[in-house]
């Protein structure tokens, strides 16, 4: 291999993709059962306008680059993206100073369009917004998108450009070999030129296994809540709180797909596989939306789920070479990571090309195929057509978020291997009951499409099983 790219969060697939340009051998590889699964998957799904972050950081200098690559690529892979605007709002006159502060660095950067709105202008704009609320900063700019949609997007695209996708594969070890570095993974020795270290929580361990600790990380564990559909218009814009030096604060945040979430929370934890939720959380979280937008009440939540970040102890990425020949980093991408993962990207490219690689472009690209428009934003006369062409488009698998059994089995056809595989790539199991009423049903799509029985199907890999074959005694002698 030339590039072995280690991580297959959204930044380890916009790398791979953006090698994938090139007349270079690349591999992708995660520990996960697919590529998203790790810190992308609970990721709040914010473009972020490029004036939060702090000026003369690689996260300021990157994140209006990343926002501005994030129009056209959608465009071109075909994932949900719009640019809804965003909210960061002030209860006092010491707040209003930071709005202010927040405006400058705007101006500073080029970000267009954001303006100061005082308590009229807001009320007008957003209703529901807290009576107590004194002034808002507004950046119209801000966009929203599915991280897990745009990770397998962009691993789709690398994987039809050449790139060998490797998951379930863990590194476990790292050498230095004469012609660059040998991995050591489950099924074997992987060697490579040069190794991009994108791997999340784990890129400090991956930097450990050639001798380097260039850095230090914390996990920092944020919980989200999804609220019901029905609150769909609640607010039109994301909502953020005046920023704290650890985080953006809780947000009140209109997704892509309609529904509102609302986090993250911001707590280090020593276990960086901890995803629980609790009831603190589930306080703090609801206390702080409801600050922001009284209307949110406790029965409005759906779903909760959390996620570990990666937090750099320098408050910044981590990118660059290291002393060791082949070994690049790009570590500590927590927020606005998921903003300038393209530009991330680009910078990537460039620092694995000062490794001595020749970057001649690839003479014919394969153009992405997008996936088909969901059935439920097709017009009538279109979901018919869809449904005579290919009868399984007509049978509704997912009835609160009108998903078919076609467009199931076509995710287990892209890639989808597992209960969430399919969730994040549909919506099948995202809506009011959670899966109550669709799971079997897209298990027994898995089953049929992989050849696997029921009881070797798992929710998201590893031993995340979804039903167990129940041994007894009286039931087999009684069938033997």
């Known amino acids: 291999m030339d590039v072995a790219v280690v991580g297959g969060g959204v930044v380890g697939c916009a790398i791979a993709r953006a090698l994938s340009q090139f007349e270079l051998d690349v591999c992708l590889i995660d520990r996960e059962t697919d590529v998203g699964f790790g810190t992308s998957k609970a990721n709040s799904g914010i473009i972020h306008a490029g004036h939060h972050s702090?000026?003369?950081?690689?996260?300021?200098?990157?994140?209006?680059?990343?926002?501005?690559?994030?129009?056209?690529?959608?465009?071109?892979?075909?994932?949900?993206?719009?640019?809804?605007?965003?909210?960061?709002?002030?209860?006092?006159?010491?707040?209003?100073?930071?709005?202010?502060?927040?405006?400058?660095?705007?101006?500073?950067?080029?970000?267009?369009?954001?303006?100061?709105?005082?308590?009229?202008?807001?009320?007008?704009?957003?209703?529901?917004?807290?009576?107590?609320?004194?002034?808002?900063?507004?950046?119209?700019?801000?966009?929203?998108?599915?991280?897990?949609?745009?990770?397998?997007?962009?691993?789709?695209?690398?994987?039809?450009?050449?790139?060998?996708?490797?998951?379930?594969?863990?590194?476990?070890?790292?050498?230095?070999?004469?012609?660059?570095?040998?991995?050591?993974?489950?099924?074997?020795?992987?060697?490579a030129r040069v190794v991009v270290n994108a791997a999340g929580l784990g890129a400090d361990r991956i930097e450990a296994m050639v001798g380097l600790h260039t850095f230090d990380l914390v996990a920092r564990k944020g919980e989200e809540y999804l609220l019901d559909k029905r609150l769909e218009g609640l607010v039109r814009r994301i909502v953020f709180p005046c920023p704290t030096p650890t985080s953006k604060g809780t947000l009140v945040i209109p997704t892509f797909d309609g529904t509102i979430m609302i986090g993250p929370t911001a707590v280090d934890v020593d276990d960086r596989d901890d995803l629980t939720t609790t009831s603190d959380g589930a306080a703090q979280v609801l206390r702080a939306a409801r600050r922001l937008v009284p209307g949110i009440s406790p029965g409005d939540c759906i779903a909760e789920f959390a996620g570990v970040r990666a937090v750099a102890t320098t408050n910044d990425f981590v990118i660059g070479a290291t002393e060791v020949p082949g070994f690049v980093n790009v570590a500590g991408i927590q927020s606005p990571g998921l903003t300038a993962a393209p530009a991330i990207a680009e910078l990537a490219t460039r620092l694995v090309a000062e490794q001595g690689l020749a970057l001649s472009p690839e003479p014919s690209p394969v153009p992405f195929e997008r996936c088909p428009v969901p059935v439920r934003d097709l017009d009538g006369a279109t979901r018919a057509e869809r449904a005579s062409a290919d009868p399984a488009f007509g049978r509704v698998v997912c009835r609160c978020e009108l998903v078919t059994e076609g467009e199931v089995r076509g995710a287990i056809r892209r890639g989808a291997t597992t209960l969430d595989g399919v969730k994040f790539r549909t919506r099948a199991g995202m809506g009011r009951c959670q899966g109550g009423s669709c799971t079997w049903r897209v298990m027994e799509a898995l089953s049929a499409e992989t050849g696997r029985p029921v009881d070797a199907l798992t929710k998201r890999g590893g031993d995340s099983w979804l039903v167990l074959r129940r041994e007894d005694p009286m039931i087999d002698g009684a069938t033997s």
């Open 54 to 191: 702090a000026s003369g950081t690689l996260k300021g200098t990157l994140e209006w680059a990343g926002n501005q690559q994030w129009g056209p690529l959608a465009d071109e892979l075909g994932i949900g993206f719009e640019r809804v605007g965003d909210l960061t709002v002030a209860f006092d006159e010491d707040e209003v100073a930071t709005l202010e502060r927040l405006r400058r660095q705007a101006v500073e950067r080029e970000v267009p369009g954001v303006e100061l709105w005082d308590g009229p202008r807001l009320r007008r704009e957003e209703p529901n917004l807290s009576p107590e609320i004194v002034a808002g900063l507004f950046a119209p700019s801000t966009g929203v998108i599915n991280p897990y949609e745009a990770c397998f997007a962009l691993a789709e695209d690398a994987v039809a450009n050449g790139v060998s996708l490797l998951l379930d594969a863990p590194v476990h070890s790292i050498d230095v070999v004469p012609d660059g570095l040998a991995l050591g993974l489950p099924e074997g020795t992987v060697q």
